[in-house]
């Protein structure tokens, strides 16, 4: 069974401009995560689907974060315009509805985003 | 914030066992502990977890005390493939929030 994955594996940008984050689940899991680490800090969580419906979003920084699930299967994160602090490595991790161990999460190998 | 305290870094020799404490004082009755840990330049990847008994699998075993204000992971016999950051994380099943929270973790190291 293929996990999730997460592309790019890792995009240079220049602040100001726009990148999209795609993962994808593994195939029939509703819960689907964002997480990123900044440089030097602890793995944050961003925001929470249960397919395509956002069920918590506390963790965005800020508007310029925009994630979509779009029938309930892949997700996008966009950030746009990037800024210097958004440098940092971002997760995606899926699991199934249901209490343990249903609910384990599975990571990606996650993006490292780098903003110059 | 996390809601656990383990120390930054621990050392053990290849083929030995390995005892990860964990702190969580303040759990609540319907936090389950979890144990993730995170290899290098990998996303983090579930070990263990547990509510109230010791639990066992094919990673490690999950020694949790009779308070449950502590508990221990135990790698059996180390390898060098278990060099990695270990994270205890205490998981709310009460409320809806589903994310988990990470603390700083305890990095281990495994010398041959």
């Known amino acids: 069974e293929a996990g999730v994955t997460q592309f790019p594996s890792h995009s240079v940008i220049e602040k100001g401009q726009t990148v999209t984050l795609r993962c994808d689940p593994i195939s029939g899991h509703d819960n689907l995560y964002w997480y990123r680490r900044v440089m030097g800090k602890e793995i944050k969580f961003l925001l929470h689907f249960v397919k395509e419906s956002k069920q918590d979003e506390s963790g965005m920084p800020n508007n310029r974060f925009l994630a979509e699930r779009t029938g309930g299967t892949y997700s996008t994160l966009k950030v746009q315009p990037a800024e210097l602090e958004d440098s940092g490595v971002y997760f995606c991790?899926?699991?199934?509805?249901?209490?343990?161990?249903?609910?384990?999460?599975?990571f990606g190998p996650g993006t490292r985003l780098t903003v110059l | 914030d996390a809601k656990t305290t383990q120390p930054n870094s621990m050392e053990s020799n290849e083929e030995e066992p390995v005892h990860l404490p964990c702190n969580h004082s303040t759990i609540s009755g319907t936090d389950y502990i979890h144990w993730y840990r995170q290899l290098p330049s990998q996303g983090p990847e579930y070990v263990i977890h547990?509510?109230?008994s010791n639990v066992n699998n094919r990673m490690a075993s999950l020694a949790i005390a009779e308070d449950r204000k502590s508990s221990t992971l135990i790698l059996h016999r180390a390898t060098l493939r278990d060099a990695a950051v270990y994270y205890c994380?205490?998981?709310?099943?009460?409320?809806?929030?589903?994310?988990?929270?990470f603390g700083k973790g305890t990095k281990l190291s495994v010398k041959p």
């Open positions: 994380i205490l998981r709310d099943y009460g409320g809806s929030q589903g994310n988990l929270i």
């Open positions: 547990g509510l109230t």
């Open positions: 991790a899926s699991s199934q509805v249901g209490g343990p161990p249903t609910d384990t999460q599975y």
